[in-house]
């Protein structure tokens, strides 16, 4: 493949000489559009962008585009977004479902083959933290760290206190799916992890729950890719939880592209 690209490079005409001719000839029209803000900040990374992409253009194509026509900056957008979308967890979780699945229906004991995707899952969890408050009196009285708790005193614990403790998890505040896995890989159980909480009084409903969260999770991720709307970005979006009782996100609209057009 490398060979036939730097051959096809070559049939396009582009000799060095050609393409330092280009490349001199796309500085003086970024020059120009640099000049135009008069010394204002301005989206650097956007006119570079236009400019490399420009370049490859005028080999591919033999022609360059200006930097206000639509086609052209929409389309240099997309690739960007694609790239950097690239490294993104979600994207890596699709790589291992395609990888260890394929196009076949997702089982809940394809689980224990699918490490990374249980880390994602884990991560978001412990992030989302959605049921952050526990309630309950004890039975009996109970001394806790010195302290007496009378018995029927209610008692409400936080699970942020947990999941955003910084002696167990290093920056807890960074999504950071790589701390359920171990150096090879594979999928590690942590104990500060209790999003249904510990003890007799937790959740009942885990098993239901953590088979529900996998198989949606996991088989539309197998089937789309999900971004903001057009001309939001994703740091635009806005997840932050509603408060209440039980943290849900705040109603927002994503696009959901299939991955394999049927
Ligand atoms: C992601 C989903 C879920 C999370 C994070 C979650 C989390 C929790 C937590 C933290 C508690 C302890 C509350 C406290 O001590 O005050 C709890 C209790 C409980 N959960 Fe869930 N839960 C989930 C889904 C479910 C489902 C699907 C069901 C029902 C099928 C369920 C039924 C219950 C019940 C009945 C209790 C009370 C248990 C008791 O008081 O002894 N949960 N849950």
Redesign the pocket.
Known sequence: MRRFATSALKDFGMGKKAIEEKIIEECQHLFEVITKKEGKPFDTDKAVNYAVSNIICSIVYGKRYQYDDKEFTTRVERALTHTQLLGSPLIQVQEELSRVIGSRQIRVEDRKNLPYTDAVIHET?RMAD??PM???CPTEDVTLQGFLIQKGTPVYSM?PSVHQDESEWESPSTFKPSRFLDKNGTFVKRDAFM???AGP??????G??RME?FLFFSSLLQRFRFTPPPGVTEDELDLDPVLGLILSPTPHQLCAHPLHPT
Not at 201 to 206: F, L, N
């Open positions: 969890q959605i049921v526990l309630n309950f699970l999003v249904f909480s009084r937790s959740c009942i409903g885990e239901l729950a969260i």
